[in-house]
């Protein structure tokens, strides 16, 4: 159970450092959207709702990648061999494709304005931080 949330908390750090390097992946809350309109922005119950978006999202993203990723990945494996593993280029955009479609029926909302820039850019950038950061804290250690 421990493994499973920090897996969850570096994959809101991988999604908070992807939302903060390209322009067309935001992730929003209606809470803290309400919140900074109202009251005025810097308060630390924004900020607490913020890291609390991230987590919602970093988990609806661990379990799209512990359920849904390993069906699509065998399903196609042949292409990924014939494009010699660029194909799971692919399947990560389409992971993370999938949590911004998942998330626009909860409160919190992961945008991503384009597949092929935004969500190819984004999982590049997600796998690398959340390889990095697992590396860090030793999350892949059993």
């Known amino acids: 159970m421990m493994q499973f949330l920090l897996r969850v908390v570096v994959n809101a750090v991988a999604l908070c450092v992807a939302a903060w390097l390209l322009p067309g992946m935001d992730i929003t809350s209606s809470a803290t959207a309400a919140a900074a309109a109202g009251a005025g922005a810097g308060n630390a119950s924004d900020t607490v709702g913020v890291v609390l978006a991230y987590l919602f999202i970093g988990l609806i993203f661990g379990l799209v990648n512990a359920l849904v ?44 304005d384009s597949f092929f820039w935004t969500a190819v850019l984004g999982a590049i950038i997600v796998s690398l931080v959340s390889a990095v950061v697992s590396w860090v804290v030793g999350a892949d250690k059993k």
């Open 69 to 112: 990723r390993p069906i699509v990945s065998f399903l196609s494996l042949p292409v990924t061999c014939l494009t010699l593993g660029l194909f799971a280029l692919v399947i990560n955009a389409a992971m993370l494709a999938l949590t911004a479609w998942l998330s626009s029926y909860t409160p919190v909302h992961l945008t991503i």
